[in-house]
């Protein structure tokens, strides 16, 4: 026959590793990171030859700006060209990446930023008209 100590004994064993385990489905969960939210955006809407062109990687993840991002770099091509320049870029402060570039001509390019921070890593990309 089992004694009452040995049962509270057991029963205790048994809830400390059923705490233990949800505890730790709860770490995980927690400490899983919401993806990166990359918002590019490109100034003037109508940019002109010889002026310059604002290209902006506004970083945020689960609602904060990142400004420590492991890598923020702006590849911008002419369409149709297989020349491809890729520019790294610094923090400007709240989470905002920026590059600034005149083109001296005119056409269609495309512009990705290239964001990698907190392991994860974002890609969003435009197309602009300079005249």
Known sequence: ????????????????????????SN?????????????????????TVNNKIRFEANVMQDGKAVDQAKEVAFEIWKDGSDQHSKTPVKSAGA????????????????VISHVTANSMHAMPSADFQVK
């Open 27 to 47: 770490d995980m969960n927690h400490d899983m990171m919401s993806p990166l939210n990359v918002n590019l955006t490109v100034t003037p809407d109508v940019p």
């Open 1 to 24: 026959m089992i004694s009452m100590q040995r049962v509270a004994g057991l029963l205790t064993i048994s809830a400390l590793l059923l705490s233990g385990c949800n505890s730790s």
């Open 95 to 110: 989470g905002i990446y920026v590059l600034e570039k005149t083109f001296n001509e005119p056409g269609t390019y495309h």
